[in-house]
């Protein structure tokens, strides 16, 4: 299988007409939930919580396993096996990192180098810290089961050599204007997506992956 090939940015196939209403209705929300954190005097105690359960929601897609109530049990002081204090931290840092990219953000914009910052925190000291936290891969690799080769993988990620002006085009994208932000994220999430049969479906009606 050959390496993935991101469709260059910003696209140029967009069925715009398809996506002004879902915009529309979503901006909305977005508009309605902002006020009402507007309306709290302390919002990090309204977001604590949602933070806390996106990072074990999402630090489950890599095999963590750790739950809200044994995250706050680490923190209260409550000792656990190494496994399971492993997944925990794993947790505690994927949170450490949201924190860290929301108050940057207030300031800057997404910046490869803010991305190489989170990816040392997301890294530190846990599964995984001896494979160069903060820094781009080097080297070709793929996702396919344990046994599973290059020519059997089930998708390859782009060419090493090839990933700086990859990763250039996206900084470019993400920090510049499109037709919206949220299809900015869109864009950007399915453009990215390592799927071997990815499709932008959900924003565009034309474009493939290559």
Same mark, same amino acid.
């Given at each position: 299988? $050959?390496? @993935?090939?991101?469709?260059?940015?910003?696209?140029?196939?967009?069925?715009?007409?398809?996506?002004?209403?879902?915009?529309?209705?979503?901006?909305?929300? #977005?508009?309605?939930?902002?006020?009402?954190?507007?309306?709290?005097?302390?919002?990090?105690?309204?977001?604590? %919580?949602?933070?806390?359960?996106?990072?074990?929601?999402?630090?489950?897609?890599?095999?963590?396993?750790?739950?809200?109530?044994?995250?706050?049990? @680490?923190?209260?002081?409550? &000792?656990?096996?190494?496994?399971?204090?492993?997944? #925990?931290?794993?947790?505690?840092?994927?949170?450490?990192?949201?924190?860290?990219?929301? +108050?940057?953000?207030? &300031?800057?914009?997404?910046?490869?180098?803010?991305?190489?910052?989170?990816?040392? #925190?997301?890294? /530190?000291?846990?599964?995984?810290? /001896?494979?160069? %936290?903060?820094?781009?891969?080097?080297?070709?690799?793929?996702?396919?089961?344990? +046994?599973?080769? #290059? +020519?059997?993988?089930?998708?390859?990620? %782009?060419?090493?050599?090839?990933?700086? =002006?990859?990763?250039?085009?996206?900084? $470019?994208?993400?920090?510049?204007?499109?037709?919206?932000?949220?299809?900015?994220?869109?864009?950007?999430?399915?453009? =990215?997506?390592? *799927? %071997?049969?990815?499709?932008?479906?959900?924003?565009? *009606?034309?474009?493939?992956?290559?």
């Amino acid at each position: 299988m $050959k390496p @993935y090939v991101p469709d260059p940015l910003p696209l140029k196939c967009l069925d715009v007409g398809r996506l002004i209403k879902r915009v529309g209705t979503a901006n909305a929300a #977005i508009a309605r939930y902002d006020g009402l954190l507007q309306s709290v005097v302390n919002p990090s105690v309204m977001l604590s %919580p949602l933070t806390q359960r996106e990072a074990v929601l999402s630090s489950k897609i890599e095999g963590t396993q750790a739950t809200v109530d044994e995250v706050l049990e @680490y923190e209260a002081g409550i &000792e656990f096996d190494p496994e399971k204090t492993n997944d #925990i931290k794993e947790v505690v840092n994927y949170r450490k990192t949201l924190t860290l990219a929301s +108050e940057s953000l207030t &300031e800057r914009p997404i910046t490869l180098s803010l991305i190489k910052l989170m990816h040392s #925190i997301l890294m /530190d000291s846990v599964r995984g810290a /001896d494979k160069s %936290p903060g820094q781009f891969r080097i080297e070709q690799n793929w996702i396919g089961a344990a +046994e599973s080769t #290059i +020519e059997t993988a089930k998708f390859v990620p %782009p060419d090493p050599l090839q990933l700086p =002006n990859h990763l250039e085009a996206f900084e $470019k994208y993400i920090s510049g204007d499109d037709i919206d932000t949220l299809v900015q994220c869109a864009v950007v999430h399915a453009n =990215n997506r390592p *799927s %071997p049969t990815r499709s932008v479906s959900k924003v565009s *009606s034309t474009c493939t992956a290559k």
